[in-house]
């Protein structure tokens, strides 16, 4: 009796110690849990405020670009009358008749800034630009998404990709090498270097931008879509061009406001291929001078504090102002564009 008390004494201590050992390996394993979560949240409080750090820096960064430019470019404002920017009268040579005209030229005894040969250089390189690119980007982004099999899909999209990281000078150099010969060979034009060069040019950039945007577009379309489609009996091709394309034209015509703006602020391409001439024309097959042309060309050579000086950051003012516009309205475009798709 007194050994099996001895016993049974000894399975309770033991018993007893197993249950301290579990309740201790117990405590241990929430202690180290409790203090992993801690080092998490910190850690994550850490990622959160170097974030927000982040994007502070980026903000302060563009507000400062922003006022910077717009003090510089109001100057022009005050040191340059107000109507030089819109032309000027001259005297014509030959027929010694007084004429108004749209002429930059801001060295010379009579500096003339009128910024209209400018802006429609731009827009003559720009909008031909964008519809050739539009053409090819939104066939390519179409096909990528709803045509190509996958294993096809693969292969054009790192093609598409190195399209997109081509360096501009080199698309430049081989427009103004290359290029603009094949053009004047079959347009047979007066200019060699002219808009149409410069926007064949400045399309290859603007082309991986919509089709990658438009593909993006397609991929977010409700599968219900395409079922319903298919359902009524439709094709492929019928889904294609009567449902899926006339449901996310909002964010087709995004991409393609968005890589107009792209288009726009292009500018070692436009400054290599377009002739720099700076006149007002609507015809694509002359010489042209850009907005960011005229600044990279003309900024670092004129004397700081001038008058043609303050004129070309008013210059960069008015082209930060359209771009920013276009890049407004295309996330007006985006946002109605997801709010519609969360439908």
């Known amino acids: 009796m007194e050994r099996e008390g001895g016993r049974k004494g000894k399975l309770q201590a033991l018993e007893a110690h197993l249950e301290a050992s579990r309740a201790q390996g117990a405590w241990t394993k929430f202690h180290r849990a409790r203090s992993f979560v801690h080092k998490g949240r910190a850690l994550e409080r850490g990622i959160e405020l170097f974030l927000l750090l982040n994007s502070l820096v980026a903000i302060m960064a563009i507000t400062l670009i922003f006022l910077f ?22 005297v014509d040579y030959f027929s010694n008749e007084e004429t108004f005209r749209y002429i930059w030229q801001p060295v010379g005894s009579s500096p003339k800034f009128s910024l209209i040969p400018l802006i429609s250089g731009t827009f003559l390189v720009a909008l031909p630009a964008t519809l050739i690119a539009s053409g090819f980007g939104i066939g390519c982004g179409l096909f990528l998404s709803e045509i190509a099999q996958p294993r096809l899909r693969e ?5 598409l990709e190195l399209l997109a990281g081509i ?94 703006g ?82």
């Open 69 to 90: 430019l717009f003090r510089e470019g109001v100057r022009a404002l005050t040191a340059i009358p107000l109507d030089q920017f819109i032309g000027v009268r001259v």
């Open 155 to 159: 292969l054009a999209k790192p093609f």
């Open 167 to 260: 360096p501009t000078v080199v698309i430049g150099f081989f427009m103004l090498a290359i290029g603009a010969d094949w053009i004047q060979r079959i347009f047979h034009t007066s200019y060699r270097l002219n808009a149409l060069v410069g926007a064949i040019g400045v399309s290859c950039v603007i082309i991986p931008v919509i089709a990658s945007l438009v593909e993006d577009v397609l991929h977010a379309v409700p599968r219900e879509i395409r079922e319903a489609s298919y359902a009524l009996g439709a094709t492929r091709s019928q889904t294609v061009l009567f449902a899926i394309l006339p449901y996310c034209s909002p964010g087709i015509a995004a991409a393609v406001i968005l890589g107009m």
């Open 262 to 343: 792209r288009a726009i602020g292009e500018t070692m391409i436009v400054v290599m291929a377009t002739g720099n001439a700076a006149q007002v024309t609507f015809d694509i097959f002359k010489s042209v001078r850009t907005m960011t042309a005229t600044i990279a060309g003309e900024l670092g050579a004129v004397a700081q504090g001038s008058n043609e000086y303050y004129a070309l950051f008013l210059v960069g003012s008015v082209l930060f102002t359209i771009t920013f516009f276009m890049n407004f309205v295309t996330e007006l475009i985006l946002e109605r564009v997801r709010k519609r798709l969360r439908m």
